[in-house]
């Protein structure tokens, strides 16, 4: 079997702001992020499925020492980001940056509030790329 | 699959060096030093040429100090050479699944006494760039991508757990300033301080230079202070994380049967148990460890005895929500329910399941690659009545260590037992 579903395919069709996953053609089930075999029955049998990027938020966290790429992308100490992960109105969970929330108020965002997916594009040009956000509906 | 060893293990010896941060020694110095404690804590000696094999937990000495190929260094190091030379990576889980190796080596039959150790040396590298390879430990297609880091996916698990149950960020500080009062009596602690020392200390600096003296009443308030105790990953604050340090650990596995003639008092190897999982988005539900509720099933299953029964347990605190989390994935309290237990006191160390005497990863430091033979070492000692200050009073019988690698994606449990 050649696999096609990829990190580097998911990466391709974010930047087309479009959340993809796979989906089991036996019995229906979705995995996002992708998966080539399905882990309950080992069915290798997948085809490629939209997600609406449509959830709820799962938990969530203000980082205030961040990673390099998001030090790069700006954040720090000062201007701190939050990140969390969405429970897809589809069944699978996935991590990404959260938007339009309060991070000076940590408090005021609630776990299970419904999220959309948000597409932050970084860089310009051939280099310029899209990473999964969520924002509050 | 069996649920039993096909023959008993036994534990005679455990040392390890100071955990810190060390300039200018690296991994190899480190764990000689384990090494050299090892060989003094058998109490009828061993002749190291008796060692068949050794296994060295380590995380990324690649990494953190441009090192590969790093168990037949340690083996030429501590004069073991030619022995059988195996690095274990299993993330900060490196060192228990090295232990669980190691048993599963003896217990085979292979071989009848073997070395394992577990080493990491992080404090050569600027705290971004430790940061970002402990982060390789995640998912890094799907993961952090998205910004997490380490102390960021603990926090965003304490979220869920807060919001499920009820706890505050409070519950955790309380779980700190517990571990560091536990460190406190612990020599080989990195910080080895209770808070209301290190809050003297602040009060003493700002008189000294002027300053205005902060206002603190307790330790709360101390953690409570966003200058004394900066947020990380909200709501997970400095002294909610574990430091980034060196050190190194080594302990001495045997057959049973030749248990007696190293030691009239060995601990033997009760239970253990082992699982792997996908990524944080992966599981089902963010305030439970499955790997940890699976590897502690299978423990105390082959150990014959139940969460009740453990008398102390050393658990993988890398952050302190991680703490109250393991708790109940390891059956000691209800879901839900561990952080009342925190709070009320039940895991100090005159409580009813003491958590951590050591001062845990938090106190006593946290070099990935070594904490799983770190607990180990704590659970030898308290079983035998040799851990001095911090001794847990009455009689021991079953410690158990929790190392997770990640943030769950390994857990290996073990049940260690004392029989005389």
């Given at each position: 079997?050649?696999?096609?579903?990829?990190?580097?395919?998911?990466?391709?069709?974010?930047?087309?702001?479009?959340?993809?996953?796979?989906?089991?053609?036996?019995?229906?089930?979705?995995?996002?992020?992708?998966?080539?075999?399905?882990?309950?029955?080992?069915?290798?049998?997948?085809?490629?499925?939209?997600?609406?990027?449509?959830?709820?938020?799962?938990?969530?966290?203000?980082?205030?020492?961040?990673?390099?790429?998001?030090?790069?992308?700006?954040?720090?100490?000062?201007?701190?980001?939050?990140?969390?992960?969405?429970?897809?109105?589809?069944?699978?969970?996935?991590?990404?940056?959260?938007?339009?929330?309060?991070?000076?108020?940590?408090?005021?965002?609630?776990?299970?509030?419904?999220?959309?997916?948000?597409?932050?594009?970084?860089?310009?040009?051939?280099?310029?790329?899209?990473?999964?956000?969520?924002?509050?509906? | 699959?069996?649920?039993?060893?096909?023959?008993?293990v036994a534990l005679v010896g455990a040392g390890m060096s100071k955990f810190g941060a060390f300039k200018g020694k690296s991994s190899r110095d480190l764990f000689?030093?384990?090494?050299?404690?090892?060989?003094?804590?058998?109490?009828?000696?061993?002749?190291?040429?008796?060692?068949?094999?050794?296994?060295?937990?380590?995380?990324?000495?690649?990494?953190?100090?441009?090192?590969?190929?790093?168990?037949?260094?340690?083996?030429?190091?501590?004069?073991?050479?030619?022995?059988?030379?195996?690095?274990v990576e299993d993330a900060c889980a490196s060192a228990g699944v090295a232990v669980r190796e190691g048993i599963l080596a003896v217990a085979s039959g292979m071989?009848?006494?073997?070395?394992?150790?577990?080493?990491?040396?992080?404090?050569?590298?600027?705290?971004?760039?430790?940061?970002?390879?402990?982060?390789?430990?995640?998912?890094?297609?799907?993961?952090?991508?998205?910004?997490?880091?380490?102390?960021?996916?603990?926090?965003?698990?304490a979220t869920s757990y807060m919001a499920a149950y009820g706890a505050t960020p409070e519950t955790f500080m309380k779980v700190g300033i517990k571990n560091h009062?536990?460190?406190?009596?612990?020599?080989?602690?990195?910080?080895?301080?209770?808070?209301?020392?290190?809050?003297?200390?602040?009060?003493?600096?700002?008189?000294?230079?002027?300053?205005?003296?902060?206002?603190?009443?307790?330790?709360?308030?101390?953690?409570?202070?966003?200058?004394?105790?900066?947020?990380?990953?909200?709501?997970?604050?400095?002294?909610?994380?574990?430091?980034?340090?060196?050190?190194?650990?080594?302990?001495?596995?045997?057959?049973?049967?030749?248990?007696?003639?190293?030691?009239?008092?060995?601990?033997?190897?009760?239970?253990?148990?082992?699982?792997?999982?996908?990524?944080?988005?992966?599981?089902?539900?963010?305030?439970?460890?499955?790997?940890?509720?699976?590897?502690?099933?299978?423990?105390?299953?082959?150990?014959?005895?139940?969460?009740?029964?453990?008398?102390?347990?050393?658990?993988?605190?890398?952050?302190?929500?991680?703490?109250?989390?393991?708790?109940?994935?390891?059956?000691?309290?209800?879901?839900?329910?561990?952080?009342?237990?925190?709070?009320?006191?039940?895991?100090?160390?005159?409580?009813?399941?003491?958590?951590?005497?050591?001062?845990?990863?938090?106190?006593?430091?946290?070099?990935?690659?070594?904490?799983?033979?770190?607990?180990?070492?704590?659970?030898?000692?308290?079983?035998?009545?040799?851990?001095?200050?911090?001794?847990?009073?009455?009689?021991?019988?079953?410690?158990?260590?929790?190392?997770?690698?990640?943030?769950?994606?390994?857990?290996?449990?073990?049940?260690?037992?004392?029989?005389?």
């Amino acid at each position: 079997m050649e696999n096609q579903f990829t990190h580097t395919a998911f990466n391709s069709y974010l930047n087309e702001h479009r959340l993809m996953g796979t989906r089991n053609l036996k019995d229906g089930s979705m995995y996002c992020p992708p998966r080539p075999i399905d882990p309950e029955n080992h069915s290798t049998d997948m085809e490629w499925t939209e997600f609406k990027g449509t959830g709820k938020l799962e938990g969530f966290t203000i980082v205030y020492i961040g990673s390099t790429a998001m030090i790069a992308a700006g954040y720090d100490r000062k201007n701190p980001y939050c990140v969390g992960v969405v429970r897809l109105d589809e069944g699978p969970m996935i991590s990404g940056q959260i938007l339009g929330v309060d991070v000076f108020h940590p408090e005021s965002i609630e776990i299970g509030i419904p999220v959309k997916a948000a597409y932050v594009d970084r860089g310009e040009g051939e280099t310029k790329k899209s990473s999964l956000a969520f924002e509050p509906v | 699959m069996s649920s039993k060893l096909a023959r008993g293990v036994a534990l005679v010896g455990a040392g390890m060096s100071k955990f810190g941060a060390f300039k200018g020694k690296s991994s190899r110095d480190l764990f000689v030093e384990a090494f050299v404690e090892m060989l003094e804590s058998v109490d009828k000696g061993i002749d190291p040429k008796e060692i068949n094999a050794l296994y060295v937990g380590n995380y990324s000495s690649d990494l953190f100090e441009g090192q590969g190929h790093i168990a037949p260094i340690m083996a030429s190091w501590t004069g073991l050479s030619p022995i059988p030379a195996v690095r274990v990576e299993d993330a900060c889980a490196s060192a228990g699944v090295a232990v669980r190796e190691g048993i599963l080596a003896v217990a085979s039959g292979m071989y009848d006494i073997v070395a394992v150790g577990g080493v990491e040396k992080m404090t050569d590298l600027p705290t971004e760039k430790v940061t970002d390879t402990l982060a390789t430990a995640a998912d890094v297609q799907y993961e952090i991508p998205a910004g997490f880091t380490f102390p960021g996916f603990y926090a965003a698990m304490a979220t869920s757990y807060m919001a499920a149950y009820g706890a505050t960020p409070e519950t955790f500080m309380k779980v700190g300033i517990k571990n560091h009062n536990n460190g406190s009596m612990n020599e080989k602690a990195q910080f080895g301080a209770k808070i209301t020392t290190l809050m003297e200390a602040r009060r003493q600096s700002a008189i000294k230079k002027g300053l205005p003296v902060p206002e603190w009443e307790t330790e709360l308030d101390f953690m409570h202070d966003d200058r004394a105790n900066p947020i990380v990953a909200w709501p997970l604050r400095l002294y909610d994380c574990s430091p980034i340090s060196d050190g190194a650990a080594v302990v001495l596995l045997v057959s049973e049967d030749l248990a007696k003639r190293f030691t009239d008092h060995p601990i033997f190897v009760a239970g253990m148990g082992q699982a792997s999982d996908g990524a944080l988005h992966d599981r089902p539900v963010l305030n439970s460890i499955p790997s940890a509720r699976i590897a502690g099933e299978q423990a105390y299953a082959m150990a014959g005895i139940t969460p009740q029964d453990v008398d102390f347990a050393e658990v993988h605190d890398c952050f302190t929500v991680a703490e109250v989390i393991a708790s109940e994935d390891l059956g000691f309290f209800e879901k839900g329910k561990g952080w009342v237990a925190a709070e009320e006191g039940e895991t100090g160390r005159d409580g009813s399941k003491p958590i951590n005497l050591s001062g845990g990863l938090k106190s006593k430091g946290h070099p990935v690659g070594a904490s799983g033979v770190g607990q180990v070492v704590e659970v030898f000692k308290q079983l035998r009545g040799q851990a001095g200050p911090r001794q847990r009073a009455g009689k021991l019988k079953y410690g158990l260590t929790h190392n997770v690698g990640g943030t769950g994606q390994t857990c290996v449990v073990h049940i260690f037992e004392r029989r005389d």
